[in-house]
């Protein structure tokens, strides 16, 4: 593994960065096919903050946890210095076909590996250079710099765990937050977090206009029960309140069928020592019936535990 700079490194920012491949489809890049009369901006115009904060840290890497790269043995992490290719939506492919191209950190890759085996964690690097990688990867990575010109660090979800009890999933991640802090602080990066989740689940299985896909006059969340959840969510991470948080996770996962339940907002908090700052909330939106917010830890303008 390269040496990293002599200082110790350190988490700038975590982000709370929804996936939805509507998103990218609303934005119209010409990395991705198809084509859109736009749609979604309010969880679109609320990615801009994130966008403008990375050009003022200027981070090393971004590090991003994804619900859909599944894993089942153990958690992976891509390690091939540059990945290109074409990555489809299975249930969306009529709204992403994204041709991807992104440079991986794979020194960092290398040492998250260590630090999790050391901590009792299965652990594996994706060294295939065909590899697809998954849209939540790509979605929440180019929602937050389409530029893509910030090497990246992308890690699965591993769903064994929370396939057969939901508080040994949460320990596991909790295990891989501790190790994801530490091997940054090892290599001496700077690094901005990314936890590609999206709030409650629930969401409709057809299209309201299979013909204008982008219809927001049809878009709206799955029921007041579900935006109910979602808003008591916001609130505590708005306040630092994570013991409160956790405390209802158990409840929010089974009641909303929340994609948090994968892991990567609780990977996040861990890695950044459970932050009691307040999370900035930048916007708020549905898709397909699902609750999706975009929110920032600031712990380089001060915060922290």
């Known amino acids: 593994m390269a040496p990293g700079p002599k200082s110790a490194g350190e988490i700038l920012s975590g982000w709370l960065a929804p996936h939805p491949p509507h998103l990218v489809y609303g934005e119209n890049p010409p990395q991705n096919e198809p084509k859109s009369r736009g749609g979604w901006e309010s969880l679109r115009f609320a990615y801009e903050a994130c966008r403008q904060s990375l050009k003022n840290l ?3 890497v971004i590090i991003v946890h994804s619900p859909h ?27 992403f076909r994204y041709k991807f191209e992104m440079n991986v950190d794979c020194a960092l890759a290398n040492a998250i590996c260590d630090e999790g085996k050391s901590l009792g964690l299965t652990m594996k690097k994706m060294e295939n250079p065909e590899f697809r990688v998954d849209y939540g990867t790509i979605v929440a990575l180019h929602m937050m710099n389409p530029d893509w010109d910030i090497p990246v660090v992308a890690i699965s979800a591993n769903n064994s765990p929370y396939f057969y009890d939901d508080d040994i999933a949460q320990e596991e991640f909790l295990k891989l937050g501790a190790a994801t802090r530490k091997a940054i602080e090892k290599t001496g990066r700077r690094a901005v977090l990314a936890a590609s989740n999206t709030l409650s689940h629930l969401h409709f299985s057809r299209e309201p206009n299979p013909d204008l896909p982008e219809d927001m006059s049809q878009e709206h969340i799955f029921s007041q029960a579900q935006y109910e959840w979602d808003m008591k969510v916001i609130d505590m991470l708005r306040r630092g309140d994570l013991d409160a948080y956790f405390r209802c996770l158990p409840d929010f996962m089974r009641e909303t069928f929340a994609e948090v339940k994968a892991g990567s907002l609780t990977w996040m908090l861990a890695a950044m020592g459970m932050p009691k700052t307040p999370a900035k909330f930048h916007g708020y939106g549905s898709v397909i019936g699902t609750g999706n917010a975009v929110m920032e830890w600031d712990l380089a303008a001060g915060g922290g535990k």
Not at 71 to 85: A, I, N
Request: hydrophobic residues 40%.
């Open 58 to 60: 200027k981070p090393d």
């Open 69 to 95: 790269w599944q894993t089942v043995v153990g958690h992976h992490l891509l390690c091939v210095p540059k990945l290109s290719g074409l990555s489809v939506d299975p249930i969306f492919p009529h709204l």
